[in-house]
């Protein structure tokens, strides 16, 4: 690199600083010093050295920028704002309603893939995106940068391994070591040899360097790619770094400065500053774009009424059906493919399935990371160990990711494993998610057909499938709208509403008491957010108004909130069945009777009103 | 140690083996094979180093062991029999309804102190059993047994870390390498060095060995404490270990032998078996019992009516107060303990406080371990960052842990920072928590005093606390039990339901209405779980069986589900008022106007009823 490109970057860093300075300052709130630390790193990633072409941020083959550290956003604005997308007078609008330049990135923006802003999520996300890169054989990479602080997140860790033990070349991670967290110093300082061994150990290649010095961050840039594993670079800097009153003092964590802090930290910045609009970039080399359309319709299938298959079976089955339809479609799973039936895609696609071991964060942010490169991505584990990756999903809610989770093993029904296999607050957590859709089939059909509605919709969905094998219910043809849901029986006493397994209690009590004279309507709430509250209500209607729920869930959060929340407004009264205590070990029978949510519960319950 | 002693637990570890395949043959389900790769190590800690009172393995100094590798539970009740305190006859009840045998380990049996079977959960407990020792000036030792498979989780290496910094050599992790995870080969294998690297690097003496080879397994025993870093140990095994057709062979994960394979493998077993029975073990050193005791009272408290506080900086003067008369109490925090007010206990009582950084799963299992050790742990961080430790919480709530979680800045009503640090989904999540306790106090007074009870009242407590500063509405001796709710104002049109920020709103849409001619109830659901139902029914009643609640959380399994969930079996119409859409940077009226629960929101809503 010449040593004019060096002055260039040198420049346009600290216009970067002066950017994110004047952005936190109109706002009143913010990290500037946060931005300060990183704007060295930032200025040589985005004017001498990532490829990419700005008049299009989402191009196939543009390298990926992932700002992990999401609390410096206004850095990162700042420096689209410098490539020309962002126009430089609504930097400060920062933080303001209606601007999309929000205190941390969200895909709002086009440039920005993924919400960041609660810590240590990136760089799972980044694995995802080098294993896509790979997979459509792109040569883009992935670069991340981290906080030194937020090295601290186990979901790092995940992620770190990961990418060792799939030599992803493609990703850098690059660790902004300012020493200074949010409210004292880091438990390692400027030790930055603490960080090196660790992602050494964990497979990376490691290039400790000082983090203001352009010409180092250059020179270790060359270096990605040329061998077989991730690249880390341990930049050493200072929290507020090249601002004389600011650089490396405590107590500046997440403040803004006042105006005449401000004016004097920009008094210093502005003589050498430089601005980057117009400094020509490396565009994406010319590999072909990969063909990742929906296709027109999936293959028929074909069971047969009566067959007794789980619907975790069912999952294995349609995952192979639709991915043989759509090369979108990737899988992964976190070492339970042999329970999850994920095995079958697997062994019929191992290229496009990723193994992510035992690190369910990790499993999600990889699919998010899969989602956000045009793949339809399926990730799968026991519905309970997704609660371990609760806040990724979350934030995949903010990214309005396009994600598709499929839970098994869940509720008391598991049996002897005992509760801390037992999905029982799944239903809960992925309710509370924005925008998210769940899915709660009974059969293999409708988990056929729910699966192919996840596969062609964009949006975070999560499928519950069950570990006992059930009957076939539904004829071939049928059809499960997201949002519907199913009268499988009718009476006119109450309408009993459940899924899964309960849908055959329910359906067990429904002949015994119709046997005794007494008819109950039985719903399938295959569809539990959004719910199918047109056809209950409906059916609730016709029966004195009043519903029973039950589910093999907590009571908590689950079908019956969703019922009693949606219809209580409409004068139903809502009668809910749950599993009433903290399960155990035993057989399915037994506790679904014990924790009162078998077909005799039901007809206790019916009676009773 | 002698040869004979070496024969003896050699001879243990087989016995244990033959009870671990007995067992899982007669449950016709679990894991033989991950019990045989561990019956050396556990054989040895339990008959040949470990120092424990058998008779009451509560004992405050006992030397705590956590199966992190929960699967391998027959292990852990086979190792207690031989110890004395589980009938060997009960074995064979594994798995079955009423047998506190259970699949995995919970804390209904008196020497597990927390549920495993959640994998990479047992580090982190012990992080807080070893910090607690360490506070209470005792010499116990704390041994965590975890699998190869399970070192991929992030969490794992969370508690590898804190363990580090705070240089716990009281902490001695093993890692049986059995090389097989559940659905194929773990991705080191044997490569033990790979796991020697990596705990070296986050601070940890190392030590690799033969796990089958008993001398070489006590002899690292003979080295805990000799330095001042955890110790882990990583023990190379065979999946099977010490059964010939067992051992190392893939496709034998979670399965049990049928009766012909378990015959013949305790054939080879049986010959050199010898029962731990009366073989006798040291005991724990007689160090003085800490005083873990409740004080009958807390300090008074002094706030004026109308003065400004956030009820974050009321949970900080409350943890100091509180703190001071319980000696129990100990507190933690994730790095944002200046925004948490946690600060003000650190400040106090730096010795009762732990810095978790930012790791919050760890956060959350170190104050697990603290809980199992009679203290009264107290974790805050951003009420949104627990859902980071959301799997940790659910098997809290098998554990049936003491633990109290403080979440700060909910809601759209934080403002600038935007989505990301926003809690919009916790109470959902902590509602969901098997036993949980769900709080959320709009003023100081409230706050203090629902702290007092989160103190003294063993049980998973989660409070909410709010960022903006909010009146004081309370006198000083008001009380406020848990599972109550407060009437604040009285009219007939109908009853809100409000809680932190939206009860304000709604006192102020009752002051518009009033104006208007228009009264109605106002309450104010400080407890969301157990819900003030009596209070909340009683005011519908006498306002047209209706009610609206309102909340600063998405719509999906908080307030609003609660009320509706618990009222309208009663024949109560309940409209929700919640976060409707996905929240975006702005002023926090702003915010609450837009998604719809402020007082215009609520004004509006009461007069289209």
Chains 1, 2 share one sequence.
Request: glycine share 10%; charged share 20%.
């Amino acid at each position: 690199m010449i040593e004019t490109d060096i002055e260039l970057l040198k420049g346009i860093a600290n216009q970067l600083r002066i950017h994110s300075i004047n952005a936190t300052t109109a706002a009143g709130s913010g990290h500037p010093t946060s931005c300060c630390s990183a704007a060295d790193v930032v200025a040589t990633l985005f004017f001498g050295h990532m490829k990419y072409d700005a008049k299009n941020p989402h191009h196939y083959n543009n390298d990926r920028f992932i700002l992990s550290k999401g609390h410096a956003a206004p850095l990162l604005y700042a420096a689209w704002a410098e490539a020309g997308v962002v126009p430089v007078a609504d930097l400060t609008k920062l933080r303001t309603f209606g601007s999309d330049l929000e205190g941390h990135p969200t895909p709002r923006l086009p440039f920005v893939d993924v919400a960041t802003g609660s810590l240590g999520q990136g760089l799972g996300v980044g694995c995802g995106m080098a294993l896509a890169g790979r997979l459509d054989k792109l040569d883009y990479n992935t670069y991340v940068l981290l906080g030194d602080g937020e090295i601290a997140e186990g979901a790092v860790w995940e992620a770190a391994s990961l990418a060792g033990i799939y030599k992803l070349n493609n990703l850098i991670a690059i660790i902004d070591d300012n020493r200074l967290g949010q409210s004292q110093a880091t438990a390692f300082g400027h030790d930055t040899n603490v960080y090196a061994k660790r992602f050494e150990s964990f497979g990376w290649r490691v290039e400790v360097i000082d983090g203001h010095d352009i010409e180092e961050i250059a020179e270790v840039l060359q270096g990605v790619g040329l061998d077989d594993k991730p690249l880390a670079i341990i930049a050493k800097t200072y929290k507020g770094g090249g601002v004389s009153f600011l650089q490396d003092k405590d107590n500046w964590h997440g403040k803004p400065l006042n105006k005449e802090e401000a004016a004097k930290a920009i008094a210093e910045l502005q003589p050498s500053a430089k601005s980057g609009i117009g400094v020509s970039v490396q565009a994406p080399s010319s590999l072909p774009e990969p063909k990742n359309t929906a296709p027109s319709s999936y293959p028929a299938i074909s069971y047969k009424l009566g067959d007794l298959i789980a619907t975790r079976e069912a999952y294995g089955a349609a995952l192979v059906r639709i991915g043989e339809a759509d090369p979108r479609v990737v899988a992964m799973d976190g070492d339970t493919k042999n329970s999850t039936y994920a095995e079958k895609f697997f062994k019929k696609f191992p290229d496009r399935f990723t193994e992510c071991f035992i690190a369910e964060q990790n499993l999600v942010a990889v699919a998010i990371g899969f989602g956000t490169r045009g793949k339809v991505p399926f990730a799968s584990t026991f519905a309970t160990f997704f609660t371990r990756a609760a806040d990724q999903i979350r934030v995949a809610g903010i990214s309005t990711a396009n994600l598709k989770l499929v839970g098994s093993h869940v509720g008391v029904s598991i049996g002897e494993d005992g509760p801390s296999q037992m999905a029982l607050e799944d239903l809960a957590l992925m309710r509370s998610v924005a925008g998210s859709v769940v899915l709660y089939p009974s059969d293999a059909v409708a988990t056929e057909k729910l699966l192919e509605q996840m596969a062609a919709k964009r949006g975070i969905f999560f499928l519950r499938t069950s570990r006992p094998k059930t009957p076939v219910i539904y004829g071939n043809d049928e059809q499960f709208p997201v949002g519907g849901a199913k009268v499988v029986r009718q009476g006119d006493k109450v309408t009993v509403v459940g899924a899964g397994v309960t849908l055959f209690e329910a359906l067990k009590a429904a002949d015994q008491l119709k046997s005794e004279g007494i008819g109950i309507t039985v719903i399938d709430a295959y569809s539990i957010k959004p719910l199918g509250k047109k056809e209950i209500l409906e059916a609730a209607k016709k029966t004195n108004n009043t519903v029973i729920t039950v589910e093999d869930h907590y009571p908590e959060g689950g079908l019956g909130d969703a019922v009693a929340g949606e219809l209580s407004a409409e004068g139903i009264k809502v009668h809910k069945l749950a599993v009433n205590g903290l399960p155990r070990s035993g057989q399915p029978t037994e506790l679904l009777s014990h924790f009162g949510i078998d077909a005799a519960a039901i007809v206790k319950k019916v009676k009773s009103l």
